[in-house]
């Protein structure tokens, strides 16, 4: 019996990008696909949990989650019921060098949701009850994860591996959530997030 041969290599091509920039310095790049009404968008920035500072490691997570519960124009409760209203799915998380908001929805809520994308990282207001409520949730969840082995594994896998170096951090404490202020978060949000260092991408029928 002879051994079976190796298929051909398939030709792979890539969508083209389309790339622009903005008044404000935002990069854009999309994808035009046209084969579901559906748009995938992620606005991207080149802030991670490396960026907190040493004294609080909680800032940039809680600049990232704080985004959505409060504008100029719009409280927590009118952000959420606007994005069950447009059927948005909607996410977001910090990673260690870049954190994300990405949404999905319908073609047709297109330029509403971009409207609520810009509201929420143009003007957000950080609400000190809003704030409360998170350090009392997020509180919760850092006591159950310390009791994980496999967190506690980690922490000393990257403290080993990295030392004094802020990959060595992987996780803030209860203590920093005790001591962050309102204004701390602010700041922070101000002088890392701005639109001339992110990327917003779009794929979908744009």
């Known amino acids: ?50 960026f907190n500072p040493d004294d609080n490691l909680s800032l940039v997570s809680l600049a990232m989650e704080l985004t959505k519960s409060g504008t100029a124009s719009r409280s927590a409760s009118e952000i959420s019921e606007l ?60 006591i159950a994860q310390r009791s994980q082995p496999e967190f506690l594994a980690n922490e000393c896998i990257f ?10 951090r992987i996780s803030m404490t209860p203590e920093n959530l005790e001591q962050v202020t309102r204004d701390s978060v602010e700041n922070l949000f101000q002088s890392h997030f701005s639109p001339s260092d992110a990327y917003l991408l779009f794929a979908g029928p744009v």
């Not at 994300?100 to 929805?105: L, S």
């Not at 403290?159 to 060595?168: A, D, F, I, R």
Request: net charge negative.
């Open 159 to 168: 403290k080993t591996l990295y030392q004094n170096h802020p990959y060595s």
């Open 1 to 50: 019996m002879k051994a079976p041969q190796p298929a051909t290599e398939k030709n792979i091509h890539y969508p083209a990008i389309q790339e622009s920039r903005l008044e404000n310095g935002l990069r854009v790049l999309a994808v035009q696909d046209d084969h579901l009404p559906r748009v995938f968008l992620s606005l991207v920035f080149p802030v991670g949990r490396a």
């Open 83 to 142: 994005i069950d209203q447009l059927a948005i799915d909607y996410d977001s998380d910090v990673l260690m060098e870049h954190s994300f908001i990405g949404m999905t929805f319908l073609e047709k809520e297109l330029e509403a949701a971009l409207g609520l994308l810009a509201d929420t990282v143009l003007e957000p207001t950080f609400p000190q009850d809003e704030l409360e409520k998170v350090q009392v949730r997020w509180k919760s969840h850092l």
